[in-house]
């Protein structure tokens, strides 16, 4: 008993493995009409076999490409801050610096030697024109950074 019992399941093994198909048959009747069924056609008709469209899983789809992006894509939202907030931010920042600079310039310039000796007081100005030059260059270098920041935004959204 056990040895048919080996064979019946092979054969439902051997069964499950094959792709599933299907006789189909397509018939005309006497008035013309077609009509499909499985058994034979008593007339004239043709047999049609249907196996399913795929066998296995379904085949993984290729992801959309990267280049491709929606209305309101990375590319879009980029150029929108640059716009609204990068390339305006950047120019006030600019400005601001350059007041700012101008203003320290003038408070030294109208600084006046605070020591009452002579001595003293040329001693005071040889430091405050110092001073001065090295605050001079470091506006200077900050204000070119600043332009050249700039100018890398607006080429950007330029490119954009």
Partial sequence: MKPLIRRYAACALALGFLAPAWAINKCTGADGKVSFQD???????ETIEAR?????????QAPPSATKEGAFGASWQRKNYL???GVPQARAALERHQR????QTEAVAQAGPLR???LAGTQFAQEREATGAERKTACEARTQELREQ???LEKELGAL
Avoid: N
Wanted: glycine fraction near 10%; aromatic fraction near 0%.
């Fill in 39 to 45: 058994a034979p056609c008593p007339g004239r008709g």
């Fill in 52 to 60: 399913p469209a795929m066998q296995g899983a379904t085949p993984i």
């Fill in 83 to 85: 716009q609204t907030q």
């Fill in 100 to 103: 700012e600079c101008a203003a």
């Fill in 116 to 118: 009452r000796s002579a």
């Fill in 150 to 152: 700039l100018q890398a």
